[in-house]
């Protein structure tokens, strides 16, 4: 594995948005909502990468994610996530 020369960067963004999750919508209505949680993800990174190039050497990603009440599978939420950040960030 190349690892890249340049000093580690940081960037964060914040989305006040459900997150977008990776499981297959049940119906035509959680698409809907499923392709505007996406949307919000990528509209924010697009503002915060604007004018920086798609990374393309290896990269860390952290997330947090805060869920008042009821449970959720962390594994879909994060999938969903990186799903949206894909062709955006990296």
Known sequence: MKLSQNPPTSISFVVNEKP???QAPADAAERR???QRKEACQQEARKVFAGH???TD???VSIR???SRGGADSANIIGGILDALESVVY
Do not use: E, G, T, V
């Open 33 to 35: 909502s499923q392709a």
């Open 65 to 67: 994610y805060w869920r």
């Open 20 to 22: 977008p999750y990776k």
């Open 58 to 60: 290896p990269c860390m």
């Open 53 to 55: 190039n798609i990374l």
